[in-house]
């Protein structure tokens, strides 16, 4: 065992003192725990200990991050001693019980789950978008987007800016790895099942080859498109479609923004995609969109079919932008844009976003 | 071979004198040409002979049609000679040729290709929707839509009589075989490529696993999505999706109904998928909708996400109806529906509708 967390020093870094501020991650064995740490291997080095923690059950499993080995430690009071920020990727009422716990001890969360996203004393970020919002935090948690807003929330926020946005009609096309490692692994194991097969054609065929092997899907998803994420809502609505609507008014500061959207599982293994109808309260041009999008951060912008060059999810997949391609002027509306959007629903659309919270909170608890 | 086409007889079906019709299906060898026979033998027999039809390249081939083994013939003028309806499956260039020189002999041609979709005087005829355009046909030609267009077209009709449909939203998820047999071969071809393994988490490792064969896409489609299909038009946006918005205005008769399209391709065999919001004149109701989509001919309406039924291309496959499910009332918009369609595109989507259209012709043949 390393030393226990309660050993360590629980000294705040003070302002100008030039010590690197002390990270907890909580949920460091779960998929995006995972990229979480492959992407602070990879980024700019801000964090003095990086403290990984996990349920009981991954306790004492040593993960690599920043190149060195590293024991997880279960989830515990203690384990937020002397800690400044925690990145919590947990289930939602994992995160519910525990973030309150970490902030009584003056630890910041940064918190990926649904628990805190609409409550109006915690912030919902986007760095590229509203990181001025991540400074006040009544509650001492910031949270961060469904994977699903956050895939496309750049691009439809750095068009915002300039044409002013009235009404989203999106659809998705959402992949197995947004509902964990059991999705990914049934994916492989529908498609293992129905390659090299003639299956496909014949109503229910698929259905018999697959069988009972759903995992966290209601239908298969192997040879198919599955019209539904999340939970039942109000009014036929799934928590899933709820969420780009209500996070996105949120983070846009847009409250009667009209949104609608539709939530569809596509048997792609990460990266979601979405189809976006942006209506805007001015006149838009594809060429002031394309300056905008080429321009904005975050956001790379691929379009030109002409050469067959528009964003897929098998190019966008393990990158850290938002790729935007297809966009169009609405034939029958001067004040609308179409487009497609991809972003790899791992890293921007969950731990990509959650550490460039985490950095902005960093940089300001180092700044005089 | 078979006696010559021009040994037949070329008498019309006078009113009322009982005799059936005579029909040839012009490229019967085809992957909706194929379909159009399994549709042939399992529907009501209106039909007196059938000749098929194919390129020189097939002719000679014996298929089954109605139990029977017929010859193919090859394309050439005499083949028409005493048929009274033509069915086209072929690409839009052969339509272009062949079509009138069939009409010269007094055959109604039945063309199921893009060549006189939009022409003025021929009229584009889903029989569900408006079967009675089918009897004004000046050049002698009914047209029937894309496959897209007709995976959504009757269950937005039906909403629409009631209604009343001002603006269309559609994102499609569209199924291989929607570009050929070298569609289908293409995607089960990757998928074989890439089940088993561990691809589809890093940048272009599908891309590279799959290589040059990438068949009729621009891009791979196993593990992915592709927002192509079609041909570039202007500003930008596909062939695919013009079609969606010129032949629904036209079948519906509102020549000023503002549609948005975007179209992509998904890793499904045979089924295109449309997310859809329509806005309508006249406020709607998730109650009226049901009521009017349960009722709708051509329509099935699969709507209970409690418990997990809604439509998908694995179930709606091989099916002739419109499967309907997901309709919810926009949250911000009393006057505009979500659902999602799904329709087989080989049998409603293309041989289904044409099968449909051409009985229609008959049977006002054989009527006083």
Redesign the interface.
Known sequence: MTAGPAARTATRPGAGTGRKPVLAVVGATGAVGTVLLEILSQRADVWGEIRLVASPRSAGRRLAVRGEETEVLALSEEVFDGVDVAMFDVPDEVSARWAPIATSKGTVVVDNSAAFRMDPDVPLVVPEVNAHAARVRPRGIVATPNCTTLSMIVAVAALHAEFGLG?L?V?S?QAASGAGKAGVDTL?AQ??A???S??????????RAVGDALGPF???LA??????AGS?RE????SEE?KI?DESRKILGLP?????A?C?R?????TH?L?V?ARFENEVT?GQAHEILASAPGVVLV?D??E?E??????????DPTWV?????????PK?L?F?VCGDNLRKGAALNTAQVAECVAAELSTP
Do not use: C, K
């Not at 009667?256 to 609608?260: E, G, I, K, M, N």
């Not at 596509?266 to 990460?270: C, D, L, R, S």
């Not at 966009?327 to 509306?333: E, H, I, N, P």
């Open positions: 009404e009609v659809s096309y492989r498609l293992a129905v390659a090299g003639s299956l496909g054609t014949q109503p229910g065929d698929v259905r209601p239908a298969p040879l198919n498109v599955v019209p539904w039942l009014a036929g609505w799934s709820l609507r009667d923004l009209r949104v609608a539709t569809v596509v048997p792609v293994i990460t995609s189809s109808h594809v379009d079919p002409a067959g528009f964003p897929t999810p098998a190019d966008a997949v393990g990158t391609g297809r966009v169009r002027r609405s034939m029958d509306d609308a179409d497609f």
